[in-house]
């Protein structure tokens, strides 16, 4: 299935459009090279991604636990506010990738622009006290993130996207 979205063609003019935004907003700068991790030796987004992952996780558990209500709506908070430079470094890691890699990072994006507005919405709902139903789309979240990770991977390990970028 990973390998379908490789060839799903209905999505090349939209990813490719996103891709040269992409290169036109950074062109090459000290800040492209900042946030796409060449100081580093690797790319910054697989990092980050950890942190809003770890944060809506960490609320699934404590969803299961009566009384962590507060703790969980916090941790659903974090994970949110920590997706903003996680799609940030990845939109800029996205202007480096090839047509096939296109197609399954514009996936990718839009799975966990899923992601995140269910927990968005989990998060308003939260704050209204109605804990269920943010229980409830929290783990649609996280169903979404697994989805795009997944596709993240493949992007990463079957396709190579960003693997040996700076090496010569």
């Known amino acids: 299935m ?5 060839e799903l063609r209905a999505v090349d003019r939209p990813s490719r459009s996103l891709a040269e935004a992409v290169r036109r907003a950074l062109r090459s700068s000290n800040v492209d090279r ?15 991604v950890t942190v809003p992952i770890g944060a809506w996780t960490s ?37 480096g990738l090839d047509a096939r890699q296109r197609r399954v990072g514009l996936v990718h994006a839009v ?3 899923a992601a995140v507005t269910c927990f968005a919405a989990s998060y308003a709902l939260r704050r209204r006290g109605r804990h269920k139903a943010g229980k409830v789309l929290g783990l649609a979240g996280l169903v979404a993130v697994g989805a795009g990770g997944a596709l993240g991977g493949h992007l990463s390990y079957a396709q190579g996207a960003g693997v040996h970028r700076w090496q010569t």
């Open 111 to 113: 799975a966990n622009t």
């Open 59 to 95: 609320a699934a558990v404590l969803d299961a636990r009566p009384g962590s209500e507060d703790a969980a709506r916090r941790l659903v908070a974090l994970g949110l506010v920590a997706s903003v430079p996680t799609i940030l470094l990845g939109l800029a890691d996205y202007g």
């Open 2 to 6: 990973l390998q379908a979205v490789e």
């Open 34 to 48: 900042a946030v796409r991790g060449e100081w580093l030796g690797h790319p910054l987004h697989p990092l980050m």
